[in-house]
C-alpha cells in the first residue's frame, strides 16, 4: 500500500555533513507526522526527529543545533540534514510516517528499511 524508500546514508569522517531523504509513495491519502529514528548495535531504536504536516519540529536532545529536519509536503518527502557529525551518530536510520491510505480512516506507521550512517573518527 504505502512504501518509505530512504536514501542518502553513507560514511563520513567526524564534523562532515549528511543529508537523508525519505520519500512516501503508494495508496496515500493524507501523511501526517514524519520522522527519523536511529539503532545503533545492541541498542533500541530511538526518536531522532520528528515534524508535523505543519511544519513543528521536535528533536532528541542529543542532536538539537546539529540536525535539521524538514520535508516537503506536495512529495510526500521529509529530509534530515546531519552537520557537525559524530562517531555517536553511526546508526541504522529509519524514516517512519504515519499515513491515511486511500479508503481508510485513521492514519497508520510505515517504515523505511533503513540507511546505515557511519562516522569515522
Known amino acids: 500500500q504505502v512504501e518509505l524508500v530512504e536514501s542518502g546514508g553513507g560514511l563520513v569522517q567526524a564534523g562532515g555533513s549528511l543529508t537523508l531523504s525519505c520519500a512516501a509513495s503508494?495508496?496515500?491519502?493524507?501523511?501526517?507526522?514524519m520522522g527519523w529514528y536511529r539503532q545503533a548495535p545492541g541498542k533500541q531504536r530511538d526518536l531522532v526527529a520528528s515534524?508535523?504536516?505543519?511544519?513543528?519540529?521536535t528533536y532528541a536532545d542529543s542532536v538539537k543545533g546539529r540536525f535539521t529536519i524538514s520535508r516537503d509536503n506536495a512529495k510526500n518527502t521529509v529530509y534530515l540534514q546531519m552537520n557537525s557529525l559524530k562517531p555517536v551518530d553511526t546508526a541504522v536510520y529509519y524514516c517512519?510516517?504515519?499515513?491515511?491510505?486511500?479508503?481508510?480512516?485513521?492514519?497508520?506507521?510505515?517504515w523505511g528499511q533503513g540507511t546505515q550512517v557511519t562516522v569515522s573518527s
Open positions: 503508494g495508496s496515500i491519502s493524507s501523511t501526517n507526522d
Open positions: 517512519n510516517a504515519w499515513v491515511v491510505v486511500q479508503g481508510a480512516y485513521n492514519a497508520r506507521d510505515f
Open positions: 515534524i508535523t504536516n505543519f511544519g513543528m519540529a
